[in-house]
């Protein structure tokens, strides 16, 4: 009887210890991560406002041989907003254009500066946001070689299209182009006066923070 009774007294005692160290395990067990769970890196939300600079060129063509090229240099700010097919909003910029020549009759003149407001519509895929623009601009220009180009500023409109990459949750670089048209610029060479539309076109790299 005392030989039955000690083998069941011990069974008792290791599955008194044999339950903490089950119940610690099961404590201490974490399910592995999913395969749709996010992954930590840049957001791919474009909403918010934004500030930058821009690096380029300006040109009356965009052949890179083409000898009557400025160097562009400018700021701009905007506001993106996103949605559930895309992006949309609206940037204001400042450039100096390196005082390119365009053509008027009878001579050349020089785009000297522009400022521009734009709206902006766009879809994102992940990080990468490909856009167009469209809106208005004003440039003034410089005399150039004996013709004088007109006073003060002109307004026109400028059209674009640009790609965004995001490098951190507030960092990104871009690529944009625009064709920009100014119409109507009066000229005068020995005297003569006339009048035509001015149309140039920019590719421009910049970096945008996004607050």
């Known amino acids: 009887m005392t030989m039955m009774k000690t ?19 099961l404590t201490n067990y974490s399910e592995p991560p999913m395969a749709n769970d996010p992954i930590t890196g840049p957001s791919a939300g474009w909403g918010g406002a934004y500030v ?33 097919s895309g992006v949309i ?22 785009e000297q500066g522009r400022v521009a407001a734009k709206a902006k519509a766009g879809v994102g ?18 005399d150039h070689n004996g013709t004088n180009g007109p ?8 059209l ?14 871009r690529f944009e182009y625009n064709y920009t048209m100014t119409n109507d610029v009066r000229s005068t060479t020995g005297g003569v006066a006339s009048r035509t539309d001015v149309r140039d076109q920019t590719l421009k790299a910049g ?3 996004k607050f």
């Not at 006073?151 to 400028?158: A, H, Q």
């Not at 674009?160 to 670089?173: T, Y």
């Open 7 to 25: 083998p069941f007294a011990l069974a008792i005692v290791a599955a008194f210890f044999a339950t903490p160290l089950s119940a610690a395990d």
């Open 52 to 84: 930058g600079g821009d690096l380029g060129m300006a040109s009356r063509k965009l052949n890179p041989f083409d000898g009557d090229k400025g160097l562009v240099v400018g700021v701009h700010g905007g506001y993106n907003v996103d949605l559930d």
């Open 89 to 110: 909003g609206a940037e204001i910029e400042a450039s100096h254009l390196g005082n390119v020549k365009s053509r008027v009759p009878n001579g050349n003149i020089k």
């Open 125 to 142: 895929f992940n990080e990468t946001l490909v856009y167009g623009t469209a809106g208005v601009a004003l440039t003034s220009f410089k």
């Open 151 to 158: 006073d003060g500023w002109k307004p026109g409109w400028i």
């Open 160 to 173: 674009g299209a640009g790609v965004e990459q995001k490098l951190s949750d507030n960092l990104s670089a």
């Open 207 to 209: 970096v945008n923070y």
